[in-house]
């Protein structure tokens, strides 16, 4: 402990000489304007500016990136709440309770409450990381394909939660998702699915361009399409704030999300997607007015938004502990520290303890600079929903445009994002939900590979998933809970779904 | 008066063709030249792309980018360049898989997104052979062991790959018909992500480039049992080649080379090629390929020609021989 401590203070004395304070403010910064950005995620971001560190040392360049890293998850909460249009794919679940609130004219009380969960999710996380890292590191990949299989079908059952009306219709969207998730290179055998002969399809849809679509375009032409032009809503100086109420609904949510999404994020994969997704369904589950969720919970916006950043940090640990590339946005990082001639492996903190250090002490900064850097931009960011919606909405749309083109270079993601904005308008006029759509398209892709890389590794064998104790243990705690939930479904016949389905009915 | 200004406006004149016309001579290269890395940020491709793009700069004078176009495991990008105006201002920076994906699209009897005479070579950047690594806990101590296990338990012993078709399964491929082993193969979503595998003990081996296992190797996770190059590895001494093992079959580098478009007139060709033999030799360049640790191997004309030949033909060759797997 008094090691640790020490260390630390080597730390901060690296994070905090001016030089390395400066980049972790210019990360933050640019992470804050790419997360703001519709389309451009974290991954789209970094990449980019991947180049511009290759002349800096490795400690900078690697604290700047990490900067973008988590100031994108601050950011992409931002244009979640304000317009429903995701920042990135893990601020996909904000969208629905997020913009909700802001609907209500709580845009601020949605926004400051995003802001602070995240501080609080990425300083608890750093915590963790310090202390933790080296055992979670190792525990961490001893998830293969078969737990992960396992884990992502918890992903599965959280769309039973993402509903808030018919939950046929609900599962009917999550099916079309799935099947849309099948578009792309079957990675086992090598052959192109549904792609006719349009060579950027083998990559499948992109999460980022059939979210935009779905959500933000969807509403764009819903609302265009309202005969009674809606009213703007003018936030007054006075609500920016979240009430006192509000904040005690968040402090638990924001507390689970952290401590899941952390736990989700340390995971490698991609599983950090997911963390937002299961941390909304858990704060469903355990809400005691679980038919406020999407009409603008403040849970649904507290607790995925904290887990999205804890994840961030999470996702550093087998990165630092172990040199491992364990997610898409590590291994750019793990290339970044190459480049500077520093070899990332399981020495890494004994090797280059000023690296590491340093980079967990500017982790505190960062957050720090995050929360001071957005919570007076709430004030200007809510004052963006006064802009008329003539001008607002074509603004909007050419971001978005700009946004998804940028992030490959592809028009194809483009007409994916138009495709999507239509598909998603009728489905809004048939009232149905999208969210399971989105869901799916993330989930489909992940769950296939997991599955048949298990299969792979078992010769075919289905055992491979019972006897492997932290993938039984997952599949047996998911069995139970969907048992679980075909009991209360039984018994009372209708539960609050159905009757808000019933309610719903009688509106139309 | 006249005579003496229509003297001088000719003479202007006269000097203003001369110098556009010397100038449409050595115009190459007049604007920025891009070089497409068809692979994310951080990758192979990548990385060695853009120490070639600042050091060809310092040569040519003019500025050099780097582009990523990612996709469809690098068809995308290869594809762009392939149908690109074939004027030198727009180059490719492949790996080993241009030769591949062609491959495999006529095994799916798909039209192919690009074809290997579409590109005319420029040089060979590097080559760095793979290594077969296995967990330190397994009980295998040489790639004799290995192969001795291998051919008692066929179809037992797995190995992770950047995916199907891709440079680490070819590796292992052209390994396991040298030696008449047979391998479960467990294809992943890119190099990371079969690094992490094994590293997990998910699998029991892996044929990867050495920079990114040496790491793991020096901190005893995991154990290198064999190479695959013409010579061992400098930074792996005592491990042998599969060729010094009897299995010459098993050849395979990670290469990285700079294509042109086919049509590119020979001049401007030429200028290329002597401005990357030139920038290979920039020690800012060779400082960036050793923080890598990826040996340069700089070849060109008829020698990079002949090596990307054989390599093309081994993989062609290793493609055809794992077939189409059913989906």
């Not at chain 1, 079957?186 to 192109?192: H, I, V």
């Not at chain 1, 995971?267 to 969720?293: T, W």
Request: with cysteine; charged share 15%; aromatic share 8%.
């Amino acid at each position: 402990m008094l090691e640790t401590l020490h260390n630390l203070a080597v730390g901060f004395s690296v994070a905090l000489s001016p030089s390395v304070l400066l980049y972790a403010f210019v990360g933050c910064v640019i992470g804050t304007l790419v997360g703001v950005l519709p389309g451009v995620g974290p991954l789209a971001g970094i990449s980019l500016l991947l180049p511009a560190t290759f002349g800096m040392d490795a400690t900078r360049a690697i604290v700047m990136l990490a900067g973008i890293y988590y100031g994108a998850m601050y950011g992409g909460s931002t244009t979640s709440i304000l317009m429903r249009i995701p920042g990135e794919a893990a601020s996909v679940m904000t969208c629905i309770d997020g913009y909700a609130m802001a609907r209500k004219g709580r845009a601020g009380a949605a926004l400051a409450i995003a802001a602070v969960g995240s501080y609080v999710a990425g300083t608890v996380s750093v915590v963790g990381l310090m202390l933790l890292a080296p055992p979670l590191a190792a525990f961490a990949l001893r998830f293969g394909p078969p737990e992960y299989f396992a884990l992502l079908l918890f992903g599965l059952l959280v769309l039973a939660y993402m509903s808030a009306g018919s939950m046929v219709k609900s599962l009917a969207m999550a099916v079309l998702g799935l099947l849309l998730g099948m578009v792309g290179i079957d990675q086992m055998s090598g052959y192109f699915r549904f792609a006719y002969g349009v060579v950027e399809l083998g990559d499948g849809l992109g999460v980022v361009p059939v979210a935009v679509g779905l959500f933000g375009l969807a509403e764009i032409l819903a609302t265009a399409g309202q005969a009674v032009q809606p009213k703007v809503i003018e936030p007054k100086l006075r609500e920016l704030l979240p009430s006192r109420a509000e904040w005690r609904e968040a402090a638990g949510p924001i507390g689970r999300g952290t401590v899941l999404g952390f736990l989700v994020g340390i995971i490698p994969g991609s599983a950090h997607i997911i963390s937002s997704f299961v941390s909304y369904a858990l704060e469903k589950k355990l809400s005691r007015r679980p038919q406020e969720f999407g009409h603008g919970a403040v849970a649904g916006v507290a607790g995925p938004e904290s887990a999205n950043n804890a994840a961030t940090s999470g996702a550093f640990v087998p990165m630092l502990a172990l040199g491992v590339p364990s997610g898409p946005i590590p291994a750019v990082m793990l290339a970044a520290m190459m480049v500077h001639g520093v070899s990332p492996g399981p020495l890494l903190i004994r090797q280059q303890p000023e690296l590491f250090w340093g980079f967990v002490a500017s982790m505190y900064v960062g957050n720090l600079v995050l929360l001071i850097l957005n919570l007076p931009l709430v004030g200007i960011f809510v004052n963006l929903l006064r802009v008329p919606y003539p001008y607002l909405y074509p603004a909007i749309l050419t971001f978005s445009i700009l946004g998804v083109y940028a992030v490959n270079g592809s028009v194809v993601d483009v007409w994916i994002m138009l495709g999507m904005g239509v598909l998603g308008y009728v489905l809004r006029k048939l009232s149905f939900e999208t969210a399971p759509i989105v869901l799916g398209v993330v989930l489909a892709p992940m769950i296939e590979l997991a599955l048949r890389q298990s299969l792979a590794m078992s010769d075919g064998h289905y055992g491979i998933f019972f006897q492997r104790p932290i993938a039984a243990t997952l599949l047996v705690v998911g069995l139970g809970m969907m048992l679980l939930s075909l009991r209360t479904f039984i018994r009372r016949g209708l539960d609050w779904r159905a009757r808000m389905a019933l309610a719903e009915k009688g509106e139309s | 008066m006249a005579a003496a200004l229509r003297f001088v406006l000719l003479a202007v004149l006269g000097v203003l063709v001369a110098s556009s016309l010397a100038g449409a001579q050595d115009a190459f290269p007049s604007r920025p030249i891009t070089i497409v890395a068809p692979f994310p940020p951080g990758g192979v491709a990548d990385l060695t792309a853009r120490p070639v793009a600042a050091a060809m700069e310092k040569v040519l004078k003019s500025p050099v980018g780097v582009v990523n176009k990612t996709g469809a495991a690098g068809a995308v990008g290869m594809q762009s360049v392939a149908v690109a105006k074939p004027d030198g201002y727009t180059l490719l920076l492949a790996l080993s898989s241009i030769s591949i994906i062609p491959e495999a699209d006529k095994i799916f009897d798909r039209k192919p997104a690009f074809t290997v005479d579409q590109f005319a070579p420029i040089a060979l950047i590097s080559a760095d052979p793979t290594v077969l690594v296995v967990p330190a806990d397994k009980p295998w101590k040489s790639a004799r062991d290995f192969i001795e296990d291998a051919k008692n338990r066929p179809g037992q012993i797995s190995f992770s790959s950047s995916g199907i078709y891709g440079t680490l399964h070819m590796a292992m491929e052209l390994l396991s018909h040298g030696a008449g082993i047979k391998l479960r193969h467990v294809p992943h979503a890119g190099a990371g992500p079969a690094l992490t595998a094994i590293l997990g003990g998910h699998v029991d081996a892996l044929a990867s480039g050495p920079a990114v296992v040496l790491p793991h190797i020096k901190a005893g996770k995991l154990r290198a049992l064999a190479g695959w190059g013409d010579k061992r590895v400098a930074a792996l001494p005592d491990v042998p080649t599969f060729k010094e093992l009897g299995y010459p079959d098993a050849e395979f580098y990670i290469w990285a080379g700079l294509f042109a478009p086919k049509a590119t007139p020979e001049g401007v060709l030429t200028r290329l090629r002597s401005a990357v033999r030139d920038a290979v030799n920039d020690p800012d360049f060779k400082a960036a390929m050793d923080k890598l640790e990826t040996p340069i191997a700089f070849k060109q004309g008829e020698e990079f020609q002949r090596f990307f030949d054989a390599d093309a033909r081994r993989l062609a060759d290793g493609v055809r021989k794992v077939g189409r797997i059913a989906p």
